[in-house]
């Protein structure tokens, strides 16, 4: 038997705007494991399967270091509640589509954006060189807005959920700020060299 096997530990419960990344693309899976997001924080991990998969586990035949505690899996029935009460997946989407939308505005602004890709508030924005993410990453973290630099040359953006069009507004200003320095500083050292 073959089985299509997916990762959602990160980008699962809502991140991408749908309850887990696979979603977005139309297929469906065999297993998903879900983790990080699933218990706000608490260890806690678990694993989705189809009806066929599960049939096959029986007792004894699947292990887990975070498999539930009482306290881990009430703080993840509470979290899940919460997320269909308030429509976070909702906001995320629309939040997530506004910060895109923003970023792809900033791409045709500033040539040093190769790429802004992403569902929900699961942003990539890659940057033409690994110089320019690092100092965009660190001049972010100087002025109070965390980032974090992945391969290379990518600022990934995973605010809370929570967020606001105005707390987006305010790191896009930041961002605009940012890259505007960073392409003043890579021409002045193309034009010492």
């Not at 993840?76 to 308030?86: D, G, P, R, T």
């Amino acid at each position: 038997m073959e089985l299509f096997f997916l990762d959602d530990v990160m980008c699962g419960m809502g991140r991408t705007g749908s309850w887990f990344a696979y979603q977005n693309y139309g297929i469906q899976p065999d297993l998903v494991t879900v983790a990080k997001p699933i218990a706000g924080g608490l260890p806690l991990g678990a694993l989705l399967a189809t009806e066929k998969v599960s049939g096959c586990i029986h007792p004894g035949m699947h292990g887990t270091t975070f498999g539930g505690g009482p306290l881990a899996c009430a703080v993840a029935l509470q979290l899940i509640a919460v997320l269909e009460k308030e429509k976070m997946l909702k906001h995320v989407r629309k939040v997530g589509d506004y910060f895109i939308e923003e970023l792809q505005k900033l791409q045709k602004k500033h040539s040093g954006i190769i790429a802004v890709r992403g569902h929900g508030l699961m942003i990539g924005m890659e940057l033409d060189s690994a110089d320019a993410a690092k100092q965009v990453f660190q001049q972010m973290l100087n002025l109070g807005t965390i980032v974090n630099r992945t391969d290379e040359t990518v600022i990934r953006f995973l605010p809370p959920f929570i967020i606001k069009k105005h707390h987006i507004d305010t790191a896009l200003q930041q961002l605009d700020q940012v890259l505007a320095q960073s392409s003043k500083t890579a021409a002045t050292a193309g034009r010492s060299k």
